[in-house]
């Protein structure tokens, strides 16, 4: 199972971005979707995630300004952040809990997308 994060960059204070992470290879279920982030000096942190059912979890920092997606025929999660904050900075990973083949759920990460809020 492979991840593609794409969607990053610079943005100033209150603006927006959308975050797009697509899984791909021999994947025969998904379960979790998500991302998480990460700043300089600071341990790796979840942001959103939302289950295959649809039932989502976001962290106390971003509730009310960010929105998780997932679109199953496409095997996508998106991150729509909006009303962005210096704070927000980090690298953003986007992540998986999906099995390949007849396999167990194991846990997969992208490579990872900067995003950068000026203020």
């Known amino acids: 199972v492979q991840l593609q994060a794409s969607g990053g960059g610079l943005v100033q204070a209150g603006g927006s971005l959308r975050l797009s992470c697509a899984a791909s290879?021999?994947?025969?279920?998904?379960?979790?979707m998500g991302w998480f982030r990460q700043a300089p000096g600071k341990p790796r942190e979840l942001v959103a995630l939302v289950t295959s059912s649809g039932l989502t979890n976001y962290a106390d920092s971003v509730k009310g300004r960010f929105t998780i997606a997932r679109d199953n025929a496409k095997n996508t999660v998106y991150l729509q952040m909006n009303s962005l904050k210096p704070e927000d900075t980090a690298v953003y990973y986007c992540y998986t809990r999906a099995s390949g083949g007849y396999g167990p759920l194991k846990d997969y990460w992208g490579q990872g997308t900067q995003v950068t809020v000026s203020s």
């Open positions: 290879g021999a994947i025969f279920r998904i379960d979790a």
